[in-house]
């Protein structure tokens, strides 16, 4: 089984190399790896060209956001399953693709996610919040919940079938991405238990009050776009269930 992984960049030189090493470092043997920049200012460029024989395509162009740059990245991908790499974030460990891989293979099901850390921008070993996705249950999003998207991993086939992601939404487009396909379509899922990424703090939608209260309006056009009940509610609840993952970080401190 071939999983392709996407990187999207722009002006991304900071972390990107430690982003591609965490592909490299991985012990599955069949993976793409697609990197796609936005005509980076930086040197952006030749990091991906020192690591031109472990990367499978790439590409360097303008697009319209990140979205637009993913939605590129995925038809371009020959991998039968698929997954979201952000430049400044890490496989959490060597064997995170295997069990991913194994899990889609033993289960049979259209998507798998697992477990995030948020963690500091120069210490990724210092761990600020952990996002622990849980056992599936469609009825989740009726109160906001969503997988954490950097562990997302989903069939090319049924992306296909479904289509991209839809940049319109901004930064509400993945949850848009996951609510249209794990609640109005009622795709399969399975939560795997394990660390899957860690991701460096500082996310473009959390920057400021204003960009948290654009980013629940357009969590609420996303929810009703997709049939969730009272979305309303659901948007205001959206950020206040994750105050237990701080709670979870604290009581499980090594």
Known sequence: MKVTIITVTYNA??????CINSVIRQDYNDIEHIVIDGCSKDNTIDIIK????????????????????????????TGEVIGIL????????????TKIAETFK????????GDLTYVDPQNTDKILRFWKGGKY????????????H?????????????GGYESHYFTAADYEFMARYLYRHRISAFYLEKLI?????????????GRRIRANRR???????????????ASVLKPLIKVHQYYYTFTHRP
């Open 13 to 18: 030189s900071k972390y990107l190399d430690d």
């Open 50 to 77: 020192k690591y031109e024989s472990h990367i499978a395509k790439w590409i360097s162009e303008k697009d319209n956001g990140m979205y637009d740059a993913i939605n590129k990245g995925m038809k371009m991908a």
């Open 86 to 97: 952000n430049s400044d974030d890490v496989l959490a460990s060597e064997d995170v693709i």
């Open 106 to 113: 033993t289960s049979k099901v259209d998507c798998v996610y």
């Open 137 to 148: 249950n469609r009825n989740r999003f009726l109160y906001g919940w969503m997988p954490a």
């Open 150 to 162: 950097p562990t997302f991993y989903i069939r090319k086939e049924v992306v296909e079938k479904y």
């Open 197 to 209: 990424v860690r991701m460096r703090t500082g996310g473009i939608s959390n920057a400021s009050l």
């Open 219 to 233: 969590d609420y056009l996303a929810m009703r776009t997709n049939r969730i009940p009272f979305p309303f509610i």
